[in-house]
């Protein structure tokens, strides 16, 4: 049982160039979300998706774009990154409430991104 | 609106030394409250969570404490070790609500050999 997994672990991206953040899970959670962390700045929801084939925005959106085509998986994407999208982005997944009555979510190591 | 925030930025303990880390919410709807931990380089790790019909819980070596009526909330550390260096989040949730959590900015807790 590996958790929550985060690929790739650090990239470099010129600005303009687009990339995709795969997150994985083998929990079997119904709720997947993607949080970007800077400096003083905490934990930020930029998506989520509380279930396969749905999404929602959550805090930061602008500039990103998420699929949830299977339940396991959740990508972010990036069309045309810009230096203030660096950052450390972290995916996270967790029950739904009608399952287990918790809100408990548990988090990948981290994709460190940093846009030039 | 919701917010969480802590009172401290950081703190620094002896070894051994028990540690309490605060945190005030806003949001009087909120009913579940985590307490994460994020150590250098990773992600945020469950600790332990309370439920607001609860004012305490235990864990191992940890407890939080729930005072609704001022909206705060308590991470104790027992006997603090080295390996209990980190940034301590603690996040709130509406079960009945929203799917979301809100965190708060995090205490970096210094444990000195």
């Known amino acids: 049982n590996a958790g929550v997994t985060q690929t790739p672990k650090f990239r470099v991206l010129k600005t303009g160039q687009s990339m995709t953040l795969l997150c994985a899970q083998d929990?079997?959670?119904?709720?997947m979300y993607w949080y970007r962390q800077d400096p003083g700045m905490g934990l930020r929801l930029i998506h989520y998706s509380v279930g396969e084939g749905t999404t929602a925005k959550g805090e930061v959106p602008d500039g990103y774009n998420v699929s949830r085509l299977k339940k396991q998986n959740f990508l972010l994407g990036l069309e045309s990154a810009a230096p203030s999208q660096t950052s450390v982005y972290f995916c996270?997944?967790?029950?739904?409430?009608?399952?287990?009555?918790?809100?408990?979510?548990?988090f990948g190591p981290g994709t460190r991104l940093l846009v030039l | 609106g919701e917010s969480v925030g802590l009172h401290l930025p950081t703190l620094s303990v002896q070894e051994g030394d028990n540690s309490i880390i605060n945190c005030a919410y806003s949001?009087?709807?909120?009913?579940?409250f985590i307490w994460y931990k994020q150590e250098s380089g990773k992600g945020p790790q469950f600790i332990i969570d309370?439920?607001?019909?609860?004012d305490k819980r235990q864990g191992q070596r940890v407890t939080v404490l729930l005072n609704k009526t001022v909206k705060h909330l308590s991470l104790q550390i027992a006997a603090t070790q080295p390996g209990d260096s980190a940034v301590y989040f603690c996040?709130?949730?509406?079960?009945?609500?929203?799917?979301?959590?809100?965190f708060g900015k995090g205490t970096k807790l210094t444990v000195n050999p």
């Open positions: 996040a709130e949730n509406n079960w009945g609500g929203s799917e979301k959590l809100v």
């Open positions: 996270a997944s967790s029950y739904s409430k009608r399952t287990s009555g918790v809100e408990t979510q548990y």
């Open positions: 309370i439920r607001s019909n609860m």
């Open positions: 929990m079997n959670h119904e709720y």
């Open positions: 949001n009087s709807a909120s009913d579940y």
